[in-house]
């Protein structure tokens, strides 16, 4: 009997330990985790320079168009178009959604951020997750893991929550960690990172093995 596939999409907040979370529940139902791994994939697949997808990762405060002067070539290529002058954010977040579903198509996969649950909307086997965390232990996961001060920690942390939340907006037309927009929402801070992961993979399982989510 073929093996079912399984997609889960994986929003957080800034150091709510989503990737961590997300790592383990692939490594507990072996299913490969995309995060900063769909970057590399993005620029294999288009022949863009992997540094024009870093900078727009999951932002949307920056200069919307990208002069080609940095590529090696001067230009790159996505199928049979020739981007040799421009390429805005919009082309970028189409070339990674495409590879999304490219993704999901062909395998199980656990996405982590970059709209996967809008992108992938129309899969019937998707299951949306956000994780979330007080924001005390955020404020000490940052400082701990980055060395950082309590001030430095804050505005990091309020940064990188903006900016995701303005991406996911953006592309989604959905609000960023609003409960209506998942499956599913979670305090990691709860739980703790490896129970919280342990109970979503059973989660997970659980709801794959049913055979529909019941969503209107």
Request: proline share 0%; glycine share 6%.
């Amino acid at each position: 009997m073929e093996k079912k596939r399984i997609i889960v999409n994986v929003g957080r907040q800034f150091a709510s330990g989503g990737k961590d979370i997300a790592v383990r529940i692939g490594e507990l139902l072996d299913v490969k985790v995309y995060d900063r791994e769909l970057i590399t994939e993005s620029a294999k697949e288009s022949g863009v320079c992997s540094e024009f997808f870093e900078r727009a990762d999951e932002k949307t405060l920056w200069s919307k168009f990208f002069g080609f002067t940095s590529v090696r070539n001067g230009m790159a290529h996505y199928g049979n178009a020739e981007y040799a002058n421009f390429l805005n954010q919009d082309e970028l977040f189409k070339i990674q959604s495409d590879v999304i579903r490219q993704i999901a198509a062909r395998e199980s996969a656990i996405f982590v951020g970059r709209c996967a649950d809008y992108i992938l909307r129309d899969d019937e086997r998707a299951l949306n997750i956000f994780i979330s965390a007080d924001r005390e232990a955020r404020i000490e996961r940052i400082c701990t893991q980055l060395g950082l001060s309590e001030r430095k920690a804050v505005a990091l942390m309020e940064q990188h929550d903006k900016e995701r939340a303005t991406y996911y907006n953006y592309y989604t037309f959905k609000k960023w960690g609003a409960a209506e927009s998942y499956d599913l929402c979670i305090n990691s801070t709860r739980l703790g990172i490896e129970s919280t992961a342990d109970f979503l993979a059973s989660y997970v399982g659980d709801m794959m093995a049913r055979k529909t989510f019941n969503r209107k």
